[in-house]
């Protein structure tokens, strides 16, 4: 593995984390170091931290504030 990819590995402990629950992806990354850019598109995927999902999450709270409000009145 690249120094470079290394250092992007220990500055972003989700990826790093996710790299070793699933080592697979090490042969892929030692082959290319490039690789590591869509290993984090993988990883935001797996752990739900993409766009979308960040909004769905807010749209839940929102919608779980919004019933307490109305149990309230």
Do not use: A, V
Request: glycine fraction near 0%.
């Amino acid at each position: 593995m690249s120094i470079e990819s290394q250092f992007y590995l220990n500055k972003n402990p989700n990826l790093k984390r996710f790299l070793h629950e699933n080592p697979k992806y090490y042969k892929y990354l030692n082959r290319n170091p490039n690789f590591i850019f869509e290993l984090e598109k993988i990883m935001k995927e797996k752990y739900k931290q993409t766009l979308p999902d960040k909004l769905n999450k807010f749209k839940d709270k929102l919608d779980m504030l919004n019933t307490f409000i109305d149990i309230l009145n």
